[in-house]
């Protein structure tokens, strides 16, 4: 079983920047993608971003092509999630994703991870 601490969330202008972290911890496994998702308030968790392993390719919802960079540090199995130019509707809590279980060919849905983060919470004030 693999554990996810997010860590980074807080409080930010709208236009700000923030930068979220997760890093996988366990024993024996492999990550075949990490990734972020998203919750807001009476709203369904939706896609943020993802990242397969195995040749870094990235993925981005729409909402956030362009503001949003998900990249990794191999040697530490972390993921991070650079926020820029944020505006009041990205808030929400953001939730760490990692696939350890099997290859997907594409990473954009929540039944593509097996384990998840305890999520943290992200407020943009406008």
């Known amino acids: 079983q693999v554990q996810l601490v997010e860590s980074g969330g807080g409080l930010v202008q709208a236009g700000g920047s923030l930068r979220l972290s997760c890093a996988a911890s366990g024993s024996s496994f492999h990550i075949y993608a990490m990734g972020w998702f998203r919750q807001a308030p009476g709203k369904e968790r939706e896609f943020v971003t993802a990242l397969r392993w195995s040749g870094g390719i990235t993925y981005y919802a729409d909402s956030v092509k362009g503001r949003f960079t998900i990249s990794r540090d191999n040697a530490k199995n972390t993921v991070y999630l650079q926020m820029d130019s944020l505006k009041p509707e990205d808030t929400a809590v953001y939730y760490c994703?990692?696939?350890?279980?099997?290859?997907?060919?594409?990473?954009?849905?929540?039944?593509?991870?097996?384990?998840w983060g305890q999520g943290t919470q992200v407020t943009v004030s406008s």
């Open positions: 994703a990692a696939n350890t279980g099997s290859y997907r060919a594409n990473y954009y849905q929540q039944d593509d991870f097996n384990s």
